[in-house]
């Protein structure tokens, strides 16, 4: 009698508890979440006329998922996700997003969901490609609006999603670039006084002087023109990153935007070589125009150029770093610059010498000209300057 009253007790002890923590319960883990994507991916049955749940390695044969969304109107609901070319998402059956291009692509659902009728409350989200599977992994919820961040982050039990640029990435390629320019000034003072020295710029017989007789056969001026690409490619990380993604990048591999270290060290490579093959290219343009004996002489102006101009790119940096969340357009708009004239000025000098050689009035030179610098600098503009 007396275990049936201790387990009597007991029992009433556990409900009084459990009726008493119900509610925050109810408050910390709600039945129903609005304006997020979730894990639950349906696809359409074997006879395609209901959608059974979507089972990963099971149903690898279907172009299209769906799913079920719930969507508080007067709110914001973003998604993230990483998109193929020609990958197509529908909301209750009417088309309102297809990828042109390969890349990272943000959308709100909110906005297309005015004007439709829910069904049963709810809003069909399809997810289709014509000729693979959506790798639904990469939808994610991106939260924007910092008050509804600190909202949740204030509740228990909730989960924090970083949705911020992680500067240190940033400092520390810096430091590296400071420690790469303090060592080569170090160990090849002459190198290094010959490349930044103004008077050296305005010299055109400064290009037989030092490094720049062998611009790419030495093992200072591959450190030098690795410092360079170093520089450029923080920087070009630097205006792409929360502005837009990088197309030619997507194309090849998708990139998030938190992981800056692997976009710094991928253009770094990319600008590298392409600065290598440029000598390349020269000597087989040079072969069709007939005009080999300039190449060797605009090579050493293009190196020249862009390892002097290169040297300030690190100060475009340190604005970045420095004013980006206060003033992120006018930054955007001074990075945006500071490439574009390296470049364009970089033209305009191997123009000017190359002119103190043979003509550029010339039509054959200049043809040869357009071929070997317009040209590259219009594609370079819009792949890192005009590309959103």
């Known amino acids: 009698m007396r275990k049936q009253k201790h387990s009597l007790f007991?029992?009433?002890?556990?409900?009084?508890?459990?009726?008493?923590?119900?509610?925050?319960?109810?408050?910390?883990?709600?039945?129903?979440?609005?304006?997020?994507?979730?894990?639950?991916?349906?696809?359409?049955?074997?006879?395609?006329a209901q959608l059974v749940p979507y089972v990963a390695g099971r149903h690898t044969g279907y172009n299209a998922l769906h799913q079920w969304l719930s969507v508080e109107q007067g709110q914001p609901f973003t998604i993230g996700f990483a998109a193929p070319q020609d990958l197509c998402l529908f909301l209750n059956n009417q088309l309102i997003f297809k990828a042109d291009f390969s890349a990272n692509y943000t959308l709100d659902i909110a906005r297309?969901?005015?004007?439709?009728?829910?069904?049963?409350g709810k809003y069909l989200l399809t997810v289709w490609h014509p000729e693979q599977q959506p790798n639904i992994n990469t939808f994610r919820n991106q939260p924007h609006d910092p008050g509804l961040l600190q909202e949740a982050s204030q509740r228990p039990l909730s989960v924090r999603m970083r949705d911020y640029v992680n500067q240190n990435a940033f400092i520390v390629f810096m430091l590296l670039i400071g420690l790469l320019y303090g060592a080569l000034r170090t160990n090849f003072?002459?190198?290094?006084?010959?490349?930044?020295?103004?008077?050296?710029?305005?010299?055109?017989?400064?290009?037989?002087?030092?490094?720049?007789?062998?611009?790419?056969?030495?093992?200072?001026?591959l450190l030098f023109l690795l410092a360079f690409s170093l520089t450029l490619a923080l920087l070009i990380a630097a205006i792409h990153t929360h502005v837009q993604q990088f197309q030619l990048v997507n194309q090849l591999f998708p990139v998030s935007e938190a992981d800056i270290t692997t976009k710094v060290l991928f253009y770094t490579l990319l600008i590298f070589v392409v600065i290598l093959l440029k000598y390349l290219f020269l000597k087989i343009m040079g072969?069709?125009?007939?005009?080999?004996?300039?190449?060797?002489?605009?090579?050493?102006?293009?190196?020249?150029?862009?390892?002097?101009?290169?040297?300030?790119?690190?100060?475009?940096?340190?604005?970045?770093?420095?004013?980006?969340?206060v003033i992120p357009g006018t930054i955007l708009l001074i990075s945006n610059l500071a490439v574009s004239m390296v470049l364009i000025v970089t033209l305009l000098r191997v123009f000017s010498v190359v002119n103190k050689k043979a003509p550029v009035l010339n039509l054959h030179l200049f043809s040869y000209l357009c071929a070997t610098e317009v040209i590259p600098l219009a594609i370079m503009l819009k792949l890192i300057v005009f590309n959103f």
């Open 10 to 48: 007991f029992l009433l002890l556990y409900i009084l508890i459990w009726l008493a923590a119900a509610p925050v319960c109810a408050q910390v883990l709600p039945l129903e979440q609005k304006n997020a994507v979730t894990a639950d991916w349906l696809v359409r049955g074997e006879n395609g």
């Open 112 to 120: 297309y969901s005015k004007g439709m009728a829910p069904v049963e």
């Open 189 to 221: 003072p002459n190198d290094f006084s010959g490349l930044f020295r103004l008077d050296s710029f305005v010299r055109t017989n400064a290009l037989e002087e030092g490094v720049l007789v062998k611009p790419i056969r030495s093992l200072s001026s």
């Open 287 to 325: 072969f069709i125009f007939g005009l080999e004996q300039v190449v060797r002489l605009q090579y050493r102006e293009f190196i020249r150029s862009i390892l002097f101009l290169g040297i300030f790119l690190p100060l475009v940096m340190l604005l970045y770093l420095a004013l980006n969340t």
